[in-house]
T-cell receptor, first 112, second 118 residues
Framework: DAKTTQPNSMESNEEEPVHLPCNHS???????IHWYRQLPSQGPEYVIH???SNVNNRMASLAIAEDRKSSTLILHRATLRDAAVYYC?????????????FGTGTRLTIIP | GAVVSQHPSWVICKSGTSVKIECRSL??????MFWYRQFPKQSLMLMAT?????????EQGVEKDKFLINHASLTLSTLTVTSAHPEDSSFYIC??????????????FGNGTRLTVT
């Protein structure tokens, strides 16, 4: 899987929006952009994924740059339960490749 | 939604003993499951891919004779840490994808097993 770059940590105030950036300048045309998050002492959980168009679901929004070399995960109104490590992962599913390669992620701290 | 269950959630064992960790897909069949290991303050590292009915595929640097993987059914994969030593203490996490939800559907992760070897 192609490499992604994320800030090591970010802080945000509770009830405010959070924008988590991810750079993936070597992304290929068949790479999907996936976001997972890991709460303390738990396994990762899926947040959202996309290919070219922006995506919205009940958890978050994903904004993808026009050249696809970067993306931003948007939490519209952060709560204390959103404190976690957020991983941006590129996944090429050609040939049935299913495994995920995790980078270091962004540790999000929510300030009450 | 799809759920992956891991058991036990934590285990403490003595050095030299073996520990078995189970990973079950509760409402879907998984021909492939993935085993990860995570040390404190670090990211997840893929250890091996478990394949139902065939041998597991191990990542470079992972000893297959130490970390035995058995994927005997479409809903169960087990990881056995043999002759455990304190350096094997870690957080072990399994994951699987529901093949019935499309090629690019997300992976579902278990809640992890914290192994402490004394």
């Amino acid at each position: 899987d192609a490499k992604t770059t994320q800030p090591n940590s970010m802080e945000s105030n509770e009830e405010e929006p959070v924008h988590l950036p991810c750079n993936h300048s070597t992304i290929s045309g068949t790479d999907y952009i996936h976001w997972y998050r890991q709460l303390p002492s738990q396994g990762p959980e899926y947040v959202i994924h996309g290919l070219t168009s922006n995506v919205n679901n009940r958890m978050a929004s994903l904004a993808i740059a026009e050249d696809r070399k970067s993306s931003t995960l948007i939490l519209h109104r952060a709560t204390l339960r959103d404190a976690a490590v957020y991983y941006c992962i590129l996944r090429d599913v050609r040939g049935g490749n299913e495994k995920l390669t995790f980078g270091t992620g962004t540790r999000l701290t929510i300030i009450p | 939604g799809a759920v992956v269950s891991q058991h036990p959630s934590w285990v403490i064992c003595k050095s030299g003993t073996s520990v078995k960790i189970e990973c079950r897909s509760l409402d879907f069949q998984a021909t492939t499951m993935f085993w990860y290991r995570q040390f404190p303050k670090q990211s997840l590292m893929l250890m091996a891919t478990s394949n139902e009915g065939s041998k597991a595929t191990y990542e470079q640097g992972v000893e297959k004779d130490k970390f035995l993987i058995n994927h005997a059914s479409l809903t169960l994969s087990t990881l056995t840490v043999t002759s455990a030593h304190p350096e094997d203490s870690s957080f072990y996490i399994c994951s699987a994808r529901d093949p019935g939800t499309g090629d690019n559907s997300p992976l579902h992760f278990g809640n992890g097993t914290r192994l402490t070897v004394t």
